[in-house]
């Protein structure tokens, strides 16, 4: 009989420390790991073989630790993995989209990693079973194909020509999220398949078309990964040969491209967290000059869609409107001086996104924490709302490719309830089921209880809660709890339908959502209530959360992971830092823990866009001092800390690798538990972790049975 598995002789591995010391507002900060950081990162970013050699070995070795340490579990992550495929419809497809005289459409094949698009006349024959062609069928771009011999692959746009006859799409192949345009023939005078365009490198991913499908549109990283330069290309051309349409100047905005839902203007995004600014282009006119529509003004966002070429609507916070209001100005004097209210501000009411039809516009909100769709009549000015009853929901809309249309198309899912796409007949108030999302091995809502609560904090807020759980669970405190969370950039939390999540919530995990500040789920003012100066609050608002839970009977102090990723990482960082007794387990998913040297680093990729988020240290000392007082990597102290999951990636252009290698190697030192502290670095990976819908469960299977030998002693 083998011997149980015994991790007490396994030495975990030990960086060195190298002092390192900077002096900065009258502070001086010891940093012992700062030589993590490879001087040559952009380098083994691009090309992570070029990874220092030493940096190299320390990853490497503390993924063989994680590796051992796990070995236990190896049957219990096959099992998770195995059951979580089980949910997946292997064989399945997207529903298809209209225009023009085709449909288009994703699908998968059965053991397929990656999609594969497609189109059909737009008459197909729509019976076929979910996930198999439709009659007529034309694959435009095969993902598993392309990724063949691939170390990493994933897909950026993939955008059909006006014409109907090309098909351009972007490629990462290091995890980087440095993409290559290419472009193939679908249809016309010349052979599908046929590259039409050399590719174009070190791009964002996105492009636009000009109405005549003749010209590119693009944006480029500069030296430090930021998008700050729009190209203008003939469709063949060299990349040498292109135009630059426009530079960014300031290395706090980023660039973005798009079009309104007319698809009769281009436009350009500038952008930080607070502020932006929008430029357009007449996609029949790719030769023109780019036109401003309004000067950047700080604190003021706006974005636009146009009216029937008539007028461009926007969407704004301008003059005090917190929670946003829709203007409309003429095509040709659209700056703000010109704008006219058409919906006005109204506290608590967030707009969060607008698409105009031709006699339709339709505007996502969000009220009480819950979003909704509201369809304006152009015609008779007539408002109404489309409605949902479930307490806790996520809610989602597609405007499709067409403008002269009565349909929208909307995504509604709630924690018990698979993913639902409709169809809605704006002009018949009707709702037709289009695709539900199949759960192959079976799926019974009525085994789930759903909830949502509500923790007061102490300064009086009321922070939403959505708690799931398997009806069985006993709720006597002792069932063990995932607490997620995320909390920054205005990023509020769906309460959408997870297959994954069940293998914990059925193994009696109380699975919660902590909506705290720093997200939209309030408002815009529940944003603004948690970033900058108000940080401190999204800490206290998941720690006062963890409170609530325990106090209602759904788990207990020690039972609780805390659950987050990049900035809902940083989240919990800092909550283990503050109240290690509440949590028996903790995941950081390539978390954002090293803040102050960051923000005070300006050459790195997100740092100048990311000041109005978090605060500029290096040029402000409130700023200085609010950060150093919630920075995980600062603020490690010599005390217990649960048992925590550390997942990065080389690759990774948004959280840099060694701040997860950073803070783990001086928890190692620091700490005065024997609690597991794993390290799982992804040597050809980035953000988003390892690429294919199947390989990127294989991830989910470590995470969960890490869990679950934490917290609930199973392996």
């Known amino acids: 009989m083998p011997k149980p598995f015994d991790p007490s002789h396994l030495d975990p591995p030990i960086a060195r420390r190298k002092p390192s010391r900077t002096t900065i507002h009258d502070v001086t900060l010891a940093d012992d790991y700062a030589w993590l950081r490879d001087d040559d990162w952009r380098e083994a970013m691009q090309d992570p073989d070029k990874l220092d050699p030493d940096i190299r070995a320390y990853l490497e070795a503390e993924n063989a630790y994680t590796d051992a340490m796990m070995r236990d579990t190896t049957e219990l992550q096959n099992t998770l993995v195995a059951e979580m495929r089980a949910r997946m419809a292997e064989r399945d497809a997207s529903v298809p989209t209209p225009d023009g005289d085709h449909v288009y459409y994703v699908r998968f094949r059965e053991g397929g990693q990656h999609p594969i698009f497609c189109r059909a006349p737009r008459d197909a024959d729509g019976s076929a079973e979910p996930g198999e062609p439709l009659t007529g069928e034309q694959i435009l771009l095969d993902g598993d194909a392309e990724a063949e011999g691939r170390t990493y692959f994933a897909l950026g746009a993939v955008d059909h020509s006006p014409d109907h006859a090309k098909l351009a799409f972007a490629l990462d192949e290091r995890g980087s999220e440095a993409y290559t345009i290419r472009v193939r023939a679908i249809n ?35 030296d430090n990964h930021r998008p700050c330069r729009v190209w203008r290309l003939a469709l063949g051309d060299d990349p040498a040969d292109a135009t630059l349409v426009y530079a960014e100047s300031d290395p706090g905005f980023f660039v973005g491209l798009g079009e309104t839902q007319s698809a009769a203007y281009l436009l350009i995004h500038a952008h930080d967290h607070a502020t932006s600014e929008v430029r357009f282009i007449p996609a029949d006119e790719p030769t023109a000059e780019p036109r401003l529509i309004s000067a950047r003004a700080p604190g003021r966002e706006y974005s636009v869609d146009d009216d029937n070429g008539k007028a461009f609507v926007i969407l704004t916070n301008a003059d005090g409107a917190e929670d946003f209001k829709l203007m409309r100005a003429p095509i040709a004097t659209p700056d703000e001086t010109h704008w006219e209210e058409i919906v006005p501000h109204e506290p608590g009411r967030l707009i969060l996104d607008h698409v105009e039809f031709a006699n339709y516009r339709v505007r996502m909100e969000r009220a009480d924490a819950l979003p909704r769709v509201v369809v304006t009549d152009k015609t008779t000015g007539e408002d109404h709302a489309i409605g949902f009853e479930d307490a806790a929901y996520s809610l989602g809309m597609s405007g499709g490719y067409e403008y002269d249309t009565a349909n929208l198309r909307f995504l509604y899912s709630a924690p018990h309830t698979p993913d639902e796409t409709f169809d809605y007949d704006m002009s018949e108030r009707t709702r037709v089921l289009r695709k539900q999302r199949q759960v192959p091995s079976g799926f019974d809502p009525d085994q789930y209880i759903v909830r949502r609560l509500a923790a007061e904090t102490a300064d009086g807020e009321h922070v939403p809660i959505t708690v799931t759980h398997h009806k069985d669970t006993p709720l006597d405190g002792n ?47 529940w944003y603004k209530e948690g970033k900058l100066e108000k940080k401190p609050n999204t800490f206290a608002d998941f720690i006062r959360v963890a409170e609530h839970l325990c106090g209602a009977g759904y788990t207990s102090a020690g039972k609780i992971a805390a659950f987050g990723g990049s900035a809902g990482g940083m989240l919990v960082g800092a909550v283990v830092n503050k109240r290690p007794d509440l949590f028996g387990a903790a995941i950081a998913d390539v978390p954002f823990v090293d803040v102050l040297n960051t923000m005070m680093d300006d050459t790195l990729p997100l740092t100048p866009p990311e000041w109005p988020e978090w605060g500029n240290p290096r040029d402000d000392a409130k700023a200085f001092e609010t950060i150093r007082g919630y920075c995980p990597y600062q603020n490690v102290t010599a005390q217990d800390y649960p048992a925590m999951l550390v997942i990065a990636g080389v690759s990774d252009p948004r959280v840099t690798y060694w701040e997860p290698a950073k803070w783990v190697a001086k928890l190692r030192a620091t700490k005065t538990d024997d609690h597991t502290l794993l390290l799982k670095t992804h040597m050809a990976a980035g953000h988003g972790g390892l690429p294919g819908r199947f390989a990127a469960l294989e991830e989910t299977g470590l995470v969960f049975a890490f869990l679950l030998k934490e917290l609930a002693s199973v392996i």
């Open 188 to 222: 016309g005078d010349r052979a599908v398949g046929e590259e039409l365009q050399p590719p174009i490198g070190n791009t964002t991913g996105n492009v636009a078309w000009s109405a005549d499908s003749a010209t590119l549109f693009y944006v480029t990283l500069d």
């Open 479 to 525: 069932a063990p709890c995932v607490l997620h969370g995320y909390g920054a950039y205005g990023i509020s939390e769906p309460a959408a339908f997870s297959s994954t999540r069940l293998s914990l919530i059925d193994r009696g995990f109380v699975h919660a959502i902590a909506h705290i500040r720093g997200g939209k789920e309030r408002g815009y003012r």
